[in-house]
T-cell receptor
Framework: GDSVTQMEGPVTLSEEAFLTINCTYT??????LFWYVQYPGEGLQLLLK?????DKGSNKGFEATYRKETTSFHLEKGSVQVSDSAVYFC??????????FGAGTTVTVRA | NAGVTQTPKFQVLKTGQSMTLQCAQD?????MSWYRQDPGMGLRLIHY???????DQGEVPNGYNVSRSTTEDFPLRLLSAAPSQTSVYFC??????????????FGPGTRLTVL
């Protein structure tokens, strides 16, 4: 079946450091790919998405590129802030009502 | 718009009790889903609905029932609670069309503990 594997955390960084969270997927066909973010005590929010190969999603300084050759969708940010501390989930979908999630990566940014 | 709302925020049950987790959305979205979040496992789909009167099972449906009598509401029923159902439950909706056609919008969650 479809599955998503993302790097295990927790990840602890200093402010202004570079962040990368690796995400790879296994699927039959070409799904849409997503990064969701969960701030402490809240629900999930869509951070960015890409719907086809070579698409780049971007939002709030975060970027991820849909790489069909490597079945990857790695999340990057060049300079993190304390406010970026959250749990990040990579996910895939072939339709509008079912997301398959990775396990989540907890990121803590220290001032 | 309130978006996706869930009640209650917290609930403690004893084994064998039943209860209903409420979910409502005011965005006129066609699709709605229930997920559970467990440490180290991400979110897993319990049940989903593609429209009023239509529901189907997701990845982990056992022990849960759903119904969708209106577009707005999608309650999740625990028939006989078990400790394995201790989790955080999220409801989500998706418009099914437009610019955000494949995006899901999540509620704030219900934290359930079964003793």
């Amino acid at each position: 079946g479809d599955s998503v594997t993302q790097m295990e955390g927790p990840v602890t960084l200093s402010e202004e450091a570079f962040l990368t969270i690796n995400c790879t997927y296994t699927a039959t066909g070409y799904p849409s790919l997503f990064w969701y973010v969960q701030y402490p005590g809240e629900g999930l929010q869509l951070l960015l998405k890409a719907t086809k190969a070579d698409d780049k999603g971007s939002n709030k300084g975060f970027e991820a590129t849909y790489r069909k050759e490597t079945t990857s969708f790695h999340l990057e940010k060049g300079s993190v802030q304390v406010s970026d501390s959250a749990v990040y989930f990579c996910a895939l979908s072939f339709n509008d009502y079912k997301l398959s999630f990775g396990a989540g990566t907890t990121v803590t940014v220290r001032a | 718009n309130a978006g996706v709302t869930q009640t209650p925020k917290f609930q403690v049950l004893k084994t064998g009790q039943s209860m209903t987790l409420q979910c409502a959305q005011d965005m006129n979205h066609e699709y709605m889903s229930w997920y559970r979040q467990d440490p180290g496992m991400g979110l897993r789909l319990i049940h989903y609905s593609v429209g009023a009167g239509i529901t189907d099972q997701g990845e982990v449906p056992n022990g849960y029932n759903v119904s969708r009598s209106t577009t707005e509401d999608f309650p999740l029923r625990l028939l006989s609670a078990a400790p394995s159902q201790t989790s955080v439950y999220f409801c989500a909706s998706s418009p099914g069309q437009g610019v955000s056609y494949n995006e899901q919008f999540f509620g704030p969650g219900t934290r359930l503990t079964v003793l």
